[in-house]
C-alpha cells in the first residue's frame, strides 16, 4: 500500500479533470472538449456506478483512469498512484464493453490466454480459473466452445477474465450493455458478489435502472460534467445548490361547471404555469385523479416559498379546495430527469 494511499480509502481520486480531443484533422473540423473540470471520489469497497448519455465523457475518463489516453488538465490517481502508472494498472481489472474472445476456445482455454498475458503462472492460472468459473456461475461449461455461449455468458466469461490477476479495482464498460433481462441479472448476481467479497467496482452505463439496482455510490454527467455525485440512497434527495427548494406533492379539487371536468392541460396553462413560471420545476406535471370530480395531483420543485405560495392562492382563489399537500422526496430518476433538463446543454464541442 503506497503512502497516500494508507492517509486515505480513496481508491479513484479525480480532481478537475480535463480532456480536450485536439481537432484540425482532415475527419475532424474543431476542439471536443469531452470532459470539462471533472471530480469525483471513489471509496474502497464502493460500487460506483458513472451515469449519463451519450456523449456525456464517460468512456474518456475510463480511457484516462486506465491510462489509454492522457488528460489535458487536473488529477486522477488510482490507490493514490497516477492513473496510467505501470503500478496502478497492475491493480485494475477491465471489461471492456465488447470483449472479443476468439471463437476457438474454451472459456478455461480463455482463461488460460489471459492468465498468461497477465504473466501467472501455471499452477496459478488453473487455480484461479477453477475459483473465477465458480464465482460468475461457469463451473461445468468450462470445456465447451465459446462459440455456443449465450452474450450473457461471454459477458461473464470477460468479469472472470478481468479478475485473473485478483485486482483491487475492476472497472466495467457498460457491464450490461445489450444483455438479455436474463443476462442482465446474472451480470448483476456476479457485480453483487464481487462487492460482497470486498472489491471496489467502477462501472459506467447510460441505464439508470442497473445503476440503481447495483451501484452503491453515483456520478451523474452529461456534456463533460458531473452534475451530482454521492451514495445512491442519498441523491434521490435534495442536492446542495437545492438547499432552499421545497419538493412538494400537491393534490387538489377543482369546481366545475355543467359536469365538464377541466382538462389537465387548462390546469396545466391556465392555472398552475402562470403561477410557476422561473421559480418552480415539475417533478410530475398535473394527472387527473378523478375526473368527474376534478381531482388532481402533481408534484413540484419551487425554489421559492413564494411560488408555493401562489400556487395555494391560485387553487383557492378559482374556489377549488386543497386536499394534500405534503413534502416529497425525489427519487432518483426525478432527480437525473431534472438535472438532465435543467442542464444548459453544451453538447461537446
Ligand atoms: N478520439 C476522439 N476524438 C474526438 N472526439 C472524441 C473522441 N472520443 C470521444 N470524443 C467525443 O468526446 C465526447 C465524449 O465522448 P465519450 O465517448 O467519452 O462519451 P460517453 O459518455 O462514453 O458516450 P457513449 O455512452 O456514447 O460511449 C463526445 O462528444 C465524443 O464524440
Request: overall charge neutral.
Amino acid at each position: 500500500m503506497s503512502r497516500s494511499e494508507a492517509s486515505s480509502s480513496s481508491i479513484i481520486s479525480v480532481d478537475a479533470l480535463e480532456k480536450t480531443y485536439r481537432g484540425g484533422s482532415f475527419f475532424r473540423r474543431g476542439d471536443v472538449h469531452a470532459l470539462r473540470g471533472v471530480s469525483l471520489h471513489a471509496e474502497r469497497g464502493q460500487v460506483f456506478g458513472l451515469l449519463g448519455p451519450n456523449g456525456a465523457g464517460k468512456t474518456t475518463l475510463i480511457k484516462i483512469l486506465l491510462g489509454v489516453i492522457r488528460s489535458t488538465g487536473g488529477r486522477a490517481s488510482l490507490f493514490g498512484l497516477p492513473a496510467g502508472s505501470t503500478e496502478a494498472r497492475s491493480r485494475v481489472g477491465y471489461l471492456p464493453e465488447s470483449l472479443r474472445v476468439d471463437r476457438h476456445h474454451t472459456a478455461r482455454s480463455a482463461l488460460r490466454f489471459y492468465g498468461k498475458l497477465s504473466r501467472l503462472d501455471s499452477q496459478t492460472i488453473t487455480r484461479r480459473s477453477d475459483e473465477l468459473l465458480a464465482v460468475v456461475g461457469l463451473e461445468g461449461r468450462d470445456r465447451e466452445s465459446v462459440k455456443r455461449f449465450s452474450k450473457g455468458m461471454l459477458q461473464r466469461l470477460g468479469l472472470a477474465q478481468a479478475l485473473m490477476h485478483d485486482p483491487d479495482l475492476l472497472i466495467l464498460d457498460e457491464p450490461t450493455d445489450g444483455l438479455d433481462p436474463v443476462g442482465r441479472t446474472e451480470v448483476r448476481r456476479v457485480i453483487e458478489r464481487l462487492r460482497d467479497a470486498g472489491k471496489t467496482i467502477f462501472l459506467n452505463s447510460h441505464i439508470l435502472h442497473e445503476v440503481e439496482l447495483v451501484c452503491s455510490h453515483l456520478a451523474i454527467m452529461a456534456g463533460g460534467n458531473v452534475l451530482a455525485t454521492g451514495p445512491i440512497a442519498e441523491m434521490g434527495g435534495r442536492s446542495a445548490a437545492e438547499n432552499e427548494s421545497i419538493a412538494i406533492e400537491i393534490e387538489f379539487e377543482l369546481p366545475h361547471a355543467d359536469g365538464d371536468a377541466i382538462s389537465n392541460e387548462d390546469v396545466l396553462s391556465q392555472l398552475l404555469a402562470p403561477a410557476i413560471s422561473g421559480s418552480v420545476q415539475w417533478l410530475s406535471e398535473p394527472i387527473d385523479l378523478e375526473c368527474s370530480r376534478s381531482r388532481y395531483a402533481c408534484r413540484l420543485l419551487c425554489h421559492e416559498q413564494a411560488a408555493l405560495d401562489e400556487i395555494v392562492d391560485r387553487v383557492r382563489g378559482t374556489g377549488g379546495s386543497l386536499i394534500r399537500l405534503l413534502p416529497h422526496r425525489q427519487s432518483l430518476e426525478e432527480t437525473f430527469m431534472r438535472l438532465m433538463e435543467s442542464q444548459v446543454y453544451v453538447a461537446a464541442p
